[in-house]
Structures are given as structure tokens and as C-alpha cells.
């Protein structure tokens, strides 16, 4: 009996076959197989707003926006606009370049920031923000430590992968520094708490022991998700 894995794979070889397009199963290696435990089905599929139709015309309501990445909805007629004004106008520049587009998204950004802001770094992914905001940070301070939480997901580089707090850090430690903790998280609490207010006052509780115990002058940052990883889905989504 094939497991979906080895369906997947299979049936991937019989599209190219029928329609040329390309395989996803047997040759492309997938991010995080293994936590995952099977290959998306999404491959060569369709989406419009929150939903998705994979190969087979299956429909998905995806709640966690991908990678809640796409949080506008997928296809968003203003977002496929600018990106076709901005692909026809030019496709790429280097980062060393001026450009009039990363100067006016650099603005928007700054006006929504917090007071203090002024100025943005522009990165290629999360992974790649984490990495800079740590080395940033351990700049600033001359300090070294990392504190961030176990349930938590920060990106798949060096120094991202070990402030991760799940199992995906654990063959990747090759960065120095990095203290985990535990987060507030009432359905598996940590700190037999029976209440929202409860869980949120132990864990900050344990935070502070933890902040004296590492020594408050060695810590460099604390990484947090505003929202940890996929339980962004709880958040309702706002119509632009
Ligand atoms: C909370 C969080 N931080 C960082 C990352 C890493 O981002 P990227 O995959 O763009 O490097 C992700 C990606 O899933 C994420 O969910």
C-alpha cells in the first residue's frame, strides 16, 4: 500500500507525462518534510482569496494564509497590479542601488512604525530579517545572548534556526548563545494554569527568573513572534 508520499511522487509522473508540467514529489526536495510528514498538495494548483484547488480541483479554505505570508488573500487584483507595474518597470536591482520604489516602500514603512524609526533594512525573507536583527543586536550591546521561545519558529539559518524553539533546531546548533523558554499557551500549559490571566502571569513569571538566572547584562535580545507560528489563523482577516 503506498503511503500519500509515494502518491504523490507517482502521480506527479504521470501528469508530466500527460501534461508536461513539472514534477513536485520525486525531485524536489521539500522544506520540512519531516515535520510536515507529506509533500503539499498544493503543487500546481489555483487560488483566489482564501482558497485553494489543488491538481485534482480539490478545494482548500486555508486558514493559515501559507506561510501566513499572504494574509491579503491569494490573487489580490491591487497586490497583481503593482506587482505587474513594478515587473514591467523593472524586474530586479541590486542592493547597493537606489531605487524609487524601495525608497517609497521604506516611507510607508517608517510611518507605521513606532517613534524612533528611521530607517529600514530591506531583507530577502524572515529567516534572512532574524539573522540581521540578531547580529544587529549583539552589535549594539556588545552582548551575546539570545533569549526566544520553545514554541516558536524563526527561519532556516544559522543563527534563525537556533533561536527556533521547535524540534527543527535541535540538529542545527551551530550558532552560540541561544536561551529558550516557555511561552504563555493555556491549551498545553506548562504552568498548570487554568486561566488565560493565569498562563500569561507564569510565564512572565518564569521569564523574569530566567532573564536573572542567564544574568541581564549578558542578553543581547529577546525574540518574539507577535503571533506565534501557525496560530495566526485565530486572527480575523481585515478586507483592504
Ligand atoms: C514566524 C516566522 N518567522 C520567520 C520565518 C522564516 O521566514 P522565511 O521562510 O521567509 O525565511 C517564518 C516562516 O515560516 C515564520 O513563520
Known amino acids: 500500500m503506498m503511503n500519500q508520499r509515494q502518491r504523490y511522487a507517482r502521480n506527479d509522473d504521470d501528469r508530466v507525462k500527460q501534461s508536461g508540467r513539472p514534477p513536485t514529489g520525486q525531485r524536489v526536495c521539500f522544506s520540512f518534510l519531516v515535520n510536515a510528514g507529506q509533500p503539499q498538495p498544493a503543487g500546481d494548483c489555483r487560488a483566489k482569496g482564501c482558497e485553494l484547488w489543488d491538481y485534482d480541483g480539490k478545494t482548500y479554505l486555508d486558514f493559515s494564509s501559507q506561510l501566513v505570508n499572504v494574509n491579503l488573500g491569494y ?26 520604489a524601495r525608497g517609497e516602500a521604506a516611507k510607508r514603512i ?24 540578531i547580529r544587529m543586536a549583539r552589535m549594539y550591546t556588545g552582548r ?16 534563525a534556526i537556533a533561536a527556533t524553539g521547535d524540534w527543527r533546531r535541535v540538529p542545527n546548533e551551530y550558532s552560540r548563545g541561544h536561551v529558550h523558554f516557555f511561552n504563555p499557551y493555556l491549551y498545553r500549559s506548562e ?5 488565560e ?36 489563523f485565530w486572527c480575523r482577516r481585515k478586507a483592504i
Open 191 to 195: 504552568f498548570n494554569a487554568t486561566s
Open 197 to 232: 490571566q493565569e498562563e500569561c502571569r507564569r510565564a512572565l513569571a518564569h521569564l523574569r527568573r530566567m532573564i536573572e538566572c542567564e544574568g541581564p547584562s549578558s542578553i543581547a535580545a529577546i525574540l518574539l513572534e507577535s503571533i506565534p507560528v501557525r496560530r495566526a
Open 144 to 159: 551575546d545572548k539570545v533569549l526566544s521561545a520553545y514554541r516558536s519558529y524563526h527561519g532556516n539559518t544559522g543563527s
Open 110 to 133: 517608517i510611518g507605521l512604525a513606532p517613534e524612533g524609526f528611521s530607517k529600514v533594512f530591506f531583507t530577502n525573507a524572515g529567516a534572512d530579517a532574524n539573522e540581521n536583527a
Open 75 to 100: 490573487q489580490h487584483p491591487r497586490v497583481l497590479a503593482a506587482m505587474k507595474e513594478q515587473l514591467e518597470t523593472l524586474v530586479t536591482i541590486a542592493p547597493a542601488t537606489a531605487n524609487l
